[in-house]
Structures are given as structure tokens and as C-alpha cells.
């Protein structure tokens, strides 16, 4: 039996198979540089993982939100809501599970600035399928760049970054 058939009888008899431990691990091992940082608070929700990013010589701060098997997406909207008033834009990396309830939430134009990548198992190993591409939008433009976030002093550029310039907390 090819391995999603099995996913699918999995998640059909009401297993969970794919973790949240799994899906990051993926994004680690697709994005070894990424200078990120995971569990952020603001007021309105906590982001799974934020990076700054340089893009078209601008420094934007991306979000990503992961909605593993073990997950539902009820408060979803909301999430993305909150990640859109801070982040430029917002990848959701999300198991086939949810495939057809994300994409619907996703179909609002409120969410154009939300991309979706699906975890995938290949013969060749585990990675995300980009489903959708965000929309990008300058939100704050702090002068910073890129170089100034490295992974040297990271946690404590990141504290002024975020409390700062963009309103969070670690």
C-alpha cells in the first residue's frame, strides 16, 4: 500500500500520525540558516515560528503557523489575523488533514498575505509542497537589515526587534 493511502486510512480511522516535533524538524532541515525564533507572544496570539527576512532590500518579518494531524484549525482566523498586523506575510505549514478546510479559510481576501505549504512524505524523505504564495506588504520599515541579525547576539537583537520596533514578546 503506497504511503498516502495509509495516511489516509490513518487519519479515516481517526489516528494521528504527524506531530508538530516532525513538521519543524522538516522546516529545519529545508531552511538550515534560518535565524528564527519559535513560541513568540503578542496580545492577540503566539506565533509558532517568526524570521526576518531581507526582500527586495527591505527587512520583513515572516510568520509561520504549523497545524499538524494533532491540530484542528478552529482558531485559525484568528490566528492569522493577529500574525498579519505584525508580520509582512504568513506561511501556514499544514499536514493533508487539513488540506480542504485550510484552503477555504485561505480563499478569503483577507488572508491574500497568507501562503500554504503541505508536509509530505516521498521516497526521497519528508518536506513541504508549496501549495499557495503569499502576498507580501510593508508593514514597518525599521532601517534595519539583514546583516544587522546574525546568529551572533541573536537573542538579544531579537528581544529589541521584537519589543521594539514590533511589539511582542519572548
Request: positive net charge; hydrophobic residues 40%.
Amino acid at each position: 500500500m503506497y504511503w498516502k493511502d495509509k495516511y489516509d486510512k490513518a487519519i479515516l480511522d481517526g489516528k494521528q500520525l504527524i506531530g508538530d516535533k516532525v513538521m519543524r524538524n522538516t522546516f529545519y532541515n529545508e531552511n538550515p540558516e534560518a535565524i528564527t525564533i519559535e513560541e513568540v507572544r503578542f496580545p492577540e496570539f503566539q506565533a509558532d515560528i517568526l524570521e526576518f527576512i531581507e526582500l527586495k532590500n527591505k527587512l520583513m518579518l515572516v510568520g509561520f503557523e504549523f497545524k499538524s494531524d494533532r491540530d484542528n484549525l478552529d482558531k485559525l482566523e484568528v490566528q492569522l489575523r493577529g500574525y498579519l498586523k505584525y508580520c509582512n506575510f504568513v506561511l501556514v505549514y499544514a499536514t493533508l488533514r487539513h488540506r480542504q478546510e485550510l484552503l477555504q479559510i485561505l480563499s478569503k481576501p483577507e488572508f491574500e498575505r497568507v501562503g500554504a505549504r503541505f508536509y509530505k512524505m516521498t521516497s526521497g524523505g519528508k518536506c513541504f509542497k508549496v501549495h499557495r504564495t503569499a502576498k507580501y506588504k510593508d508593514l514597518n520599515n525599521s532601517g534595519l537589515s539583514v546583516d544587522w541579525i546574525s546568529k551572533k547576539s541573536k537573542l538579544y537583537r531579537w528581544i529589541y526587534l521584537l519589543k521594539e520596533i514590533w511589539g511582542g514578546e519572548i
